[in-house]
């Protein structure tokens, strides 16, 4: 067959960065926001072609006899027609300029611009616009009130824009305020959200009631979920939540069932807790990859958000401790009472989530 | 030969638009003096009202003029409207073409289907049918496939349209710059080289784009048309077909066109 394959292959490829739409025209759109209490907007085109269109829908006979610009001004009521402003969806009137500069020539045509202006309904949220007057693709460049950015959509004749905020974009955060709400997130993501990981870390307090002990334990756990946090972020360590999640519930049933038959820190457990951090550590990072990281503050975002964590962490043994571990720590029936049935309360917890993750 | 039907409508840019869009070349003038520089606009619309589409080299597969001296690039300046310009020395009838790269667009159905039907693509519509793909959104690949006829000076002998290899290709049989309105002029549509026949051929006037003149090809892919007035003239036409396997498209459209200016008072070469 005659009929090339590779020059559609090739439109599809050209035609990637731009539109699935007729060909780009000469019309081109840009709208300023003064200040939020008035509007701007400028349409440059083809000045013949827009005053045959308006006279052929206006049906009167041809103005040849008249610049276009006059003809322009006396379309003026035909032109508002396929015309349409609006705030929150409410329309509004322009009042509408009409100037055309350049004259008709073999190699330039007439260039019709068309200010239109008036008042932003007070309170106003949204702006929106068609414009039905040209059969190519145009664009609409809107400038972000208050800022200098300007944002550009190519549109069909008659297709309505994408509804323009005219709320002011929110300022990129400082690194002080990433830092903070980093922390923020981190410390949530322990408390209240992550009651596997309160559990886990309970789990370690209630083991021995010497500080030592538990310094040495929440060391290895930290030192280990700041690795594999790090490395997941960073695309290095990749191991699907399937795996990880059932892992880390079952990580807590181990200490947790460890702890009704164990009173004493044995270096293994040290060294187990360490595993356990590099699974808990895989875990903070999906919760972090969801949330998002900015990519100008990374690093900042990245490393306050495991000290969030580490906080809340921190903050649970500290809660367990002047709860409990002050006051009954040293009470002959802390194991008995405390340390067993709590942890059996949390072994069955554990064992419940790792059976809840596997089947999902 | 297939009967030609004079076709009043009172559409006037109705409220929707048509679906789809033709397009043209419109010279500054279709009977400039040799050696006057033209500028050739392409232009983008329905009923003769067309925008400009500036010149796109990403856009253009062939963009050419063929007279006596063979065939030549038409050039111009990237981005600008007109999007060729030209000059041509030597008395005679110039063919411009332009032949554009395939462009994908997406249509919702309802467009699409009213489309086949404007384009009297019924053909496709009723494969879509058979298809059970009515209320689908088509994907489609288009191109364009647009000539002009300008004569220039006052030539002596009157070479006509010629062909110039486009992928779908309407061509003049006589020379509209020899003609008188009121006469007939037979057009024939090629696809691939080869005519095409049962195909919806449309002319219409600059001055009266509403009073369209339709046929339907015959079986050389040849319809006639009594031109009725002077004035510069659209003819034009779309052909269809099932995009081949691998083009990430439903349908590849060619969009046909060819416009001249009939001039009864021309001093040019006498009709025949």
Same mark, same amino acid.
């Given at each position: 067959?005659?009929?090339?394959?590779?020059?559609?292959?090739?439109?599809?490829?050209?035609?990637?960065?731009?539109?699935?739409?007729?060909?780009?025209?000469?019309?081109?759109?840009?709208?300023?926001?003064?200040?939020?209490?008035?509007?701007?907007?400028?349409?440059?085109?083809?000045?013949?072609?827009?005053?045959?269109?308006?006279?052929?829908?206006?049906?009167?006979?041809?103005?040849?006899?008249?610049?276009?610009?006059?003809?322009?001004?006396?379309?003026?009521?035909?032109?508002?027609?396929?015309?349409?402003?609006?705030?929150?969806?409410?329309?509004?009137?322009?009042?509408?300029?009409?100037?055309?500069?350049?004259?008709?020539?073999?190699?330039?045509?007439?260039?019709?611009?068309?200010?239109?202006?008036?008042?932003?309904?007070?309170?106003?949220?949204?702006?929106?616009?068609?414009?039905?007057?040209?059969?190519?693709?145009?664009?609409?460049?809107?400038?972000?009130?208050?800022?200098?950015?300007?944002?550009?959509?190519?549109?069909?004749?008659?297709?309505?824009?994408?509804?323009?905020?005219?709320?002011?974009?929110?300022?990129?955060?400082?690194?002080?305020?990433?830092?903070?709400?980093?922390?923020?997130?981190?410390?949530?993501?322990?408390?209240?959200?992550?009651?596997?990981?309160?559990?886990?870390?309970? @789990? *370690?307090?209630?083991? /021995?009631?010497?500080?030592?002990?538990? #310094?040495?334990? +929440? !060391?290895?756990?930290? =030192? %280990?979920?700041?690795?594999?946090?790090?490395?997941?972020?960073? @695309? *290095?360590?990749?191991? /699907?939540?399937?795996?990880?999640?059932? #892992?880390?519930? +079952? !990580?807590?049933?181990? =200490? %947790?069932?460890?702890?009704?038959?164990?009173?004493?820190?044995?270096?293994?457990?040290?060294?187990?807790?360490?595993?356990?951090?590099? #699974?808990?550590?895989?875990?903070?990072?999906?919760?972090?990859?969801?949330?998002?990281?900015?990519?100008?503050?990374?690093?900042?975002?990245?490393?306050?958000?495991?000290?969030?964590?580490?906080?809340?962490?921190?903050?649970?043994?500290?809660?367990?401790?002047?709860?409990?571990?002050?006051?009954?720590?040293?009470?002959?029936?802390?194991?008995?009472?405390?340390?067993?049935?709590?942890?059996?309360?949390?072994?069955?917890?554990?064992?419940?989530?790792?059976?809840?993750?596997?089947?999902? | 030969?297939?009967?030609?039907?004079?076709?009043?409508?009172?559409?006037?840019?109705?409220?929707?638009?048509?679906?789809?869009?033709?397009?043209?070349?419109?010279?500054?003038?279709?009977?400039?003096?040799?050696?006057?520089?033209?500028?050739?606009?392409?232009?983008?619309?329905?009923?003769?009202?067309?925008?400009?589409?500036?010149?796109?080299?990403?856009?253009?597969?062939?963009?050419?003029?063929?007279?006596?001296?063979?065939?030549?690039?038409?050039?111009?300046?990237?981005?600008?409207?007109?999007?060729?310009?030209?000059?041509?020395?030597?008395?005679?009838?110039?063919?411009?073409?332009?032949?554009?790269?395939?462009?994908?667009?997406?249509?919702?159905?309802?467009?699409?289907?009213?489309?086949?039907?404007?384009?009297?693509?019924?053909?496709?519509?009723?494969?879509?049918?058979?298809?059970?793909?009515?209320?689908?959104?088509?994907?489609?690949?288009?191109?364009?496939?647009?000539?002009?006829?300008?004569?220039?000076?006052?030539?002596?002998?009157?070479?006509?349209?010629?062909?110039?290899?486009?992928?779908?290709?309407?061509?003049?049989?006589?020379?509209?710059?020899?003609?008188?309105?009121?006469?007939?002029?037979?057009?024939?549509?090629?696809?691939?080289?080869?005519?095409?026949?049962?195909?919806?051929?449309?002319?219409?006037?600059?001055?009266?784009?509403?009073?369209?003149?339709?046929?339907?090809?015959?079986?050389?892919?040849?319809?006639?048309?009594?031109?009725?007035?002077?004035?510069?003239?659209?003819?034009?036409?779309?052909?269809?077909?099932?995009?081949?396997?691998?083009?990430?498209?439903?349908?590849?459209?060619?969009?046909?066109?060819?416009?001249?200016?009939?001039?009864?008072?021309?001093?040019?070469?006498?009709?025949?």
């Amino acid at each position: 067959m005659k009929f090339a394959i590779w020059r559609i292959l090739a439109a599809i490829s050209l035609c990637s960065a731009s539109s699935f739409a007729h060909e780009i025209g000469t019309t081109r759109v840009s709208v300023v926001f003064q200040q939020g209490a008035s509007y701007e907007i400028e349409v440059v085109t083809d000045a013949a072609a827009l005053a045959d269109k308006l006279q052929a829908v206006s049906g009167q006979a041809p103005q040849s006899d008249k610049t276009l610009q006059v003809q322009l001004q006396n379309y003026d009521e035909v032109f508002r027609r396929r015309l349409t402003i609006a705030f929150d969806g409410i329309v509004v009137t322009p009042e509408i300029d009409y100037s055309v500069s350049g004259t008709a020539t073999e190699t330039s045509a007439p260039v019709a611009t068309i200010r239109m202006s008036g008042a932003i309904p007070p309170g106003a949220h949204e702006f929106a616009w068609t414009y039905s007057w040209t059969f190519a693709t145009y664009s609409l460049s809107v400038r972000e009130p208050g800022g200098d950015n300007e944002t550009t959509e190519w549109l069909e004749g008659g297709q309505a824009s994408t509804p323009i905020s005219l709320v002011s974009p929110r300022r990129p955060l400082s690194r002080t305020a990433i830092a903070g709400r980093y922390l923020a997130l981190g410390f949530t993501h322990i408390v209240p959200y992550g009651l596997d990981h309160m559990l886990f870390v309970l @789990g *370690i307090f209630l083991l /021995s009631r010497r500080l030592r002990q538990v #310094l040495a334990q +929440v !060391s290895a756990f930290t =030192v %280990a979920h700041s690795i594999t946090l790090a490395l997941s972020i960073y @695309g *290095i360590v990749s191991v /699907s939540p399937k795996v990880v999640e059932p #892992l880390i519930a +079952v !990580s807590i049933a181990y =200490v %947790a069932i460890e702890n009704i038959f164990m009173s004493e820190l044995k270096p293994w457990r040290v060294a187990l807790v360490f595993a356990f951090g590099l #699974l808990h550590g895989m875990g903070f990072a999906g919760a972090l990859k969801e949330l998002g990281l900015p990519r100008s503050e990374f690093v900042t975002a990245l490393v306050t958000f495991n000290m969030g964590v580490e906080s809340g962490q921190l903050a649970v043994i500290g809660a367990a401790f002047l709860l409990v571990g002050w006051y009954c720590g040293r009470r002959p029936w802390y194991r008995r009472i405390v340390v067993v049935p709590a942890s059996m309360m949390i072994a069955c917890t554990a064992v419940y989530w790792t059976v809840q993750r596997l089947s999902f | 030969m297939a009967t030609v039907r004079l076709v009043a409508l009172a559409l006037v840019l109705s409220a929707a638009p048509l679906a789809a869009h033709d397009m043209w070349i419109e010279p500054s003038s279709f009977v400039p003096e040799t050696g006057k520089v033209v500028g050739l606009r392409l232009r983008v619309g329905q009923d003769f009202l067309g925008d400009p589409i500036p010149r796109d080299p990403e856009l253009i597969d062939q963009f050419i003029s063929v007279d006596s001296s063979g065939r030549k690039p038409v050039y111009g300046r990237d981005g600008t409207d007109p999007a060729g310009l030209v000059r041509v020395t030597d008395p005679g009838v110039v063919v411009f073409g332009y032949q554009s790269r395939p462009k994908p667009i997406v249509l919702p159905a309802t467009t699409f289907n009213q489309y086949l039907k404007e384009e009297g693509l019924d053909a496709i519509a009723e494969l879509r049918e058979r298809r059970h793909q009515t209320s689908s959104d088509a994907r489609e690949v288009f191109e364009r496939c647009a000539k002009s006829l300008v004569r220039y000076g006052t030539p002596a002998d009157a070479q006509a349209d010629r062909v110039l290899g486009l992928t779908l290709e309407l061509v003049a049989e006589r020379n509209p710059y020899t003609l008188h309105a009121g006469q007939d002029l037979p057009v024939s549509l090629t696809y691939q080289g080869l005519p095409l026949p049962g195909a919806l051929v449309v002319a219409m006037n600059r001055a009266k784009p509403m009073a369209k003149i339709m046929a339907r090809t015959d079986s050389k892919g040849r319809v006639t048309f009594r031109l009725p007035e002077d004035g510069v003239w659209l003819i034009k036409a779309v052909h269809m077909i099932p995009a081949p396997d691998g083009t990430n498209a439903d349908w590849a459209s060619f969009w046909g066109s060819l416009t001249f200016e009939l001039k009864s008072s021309a001093t040019g070469v006498a009709a025949k």
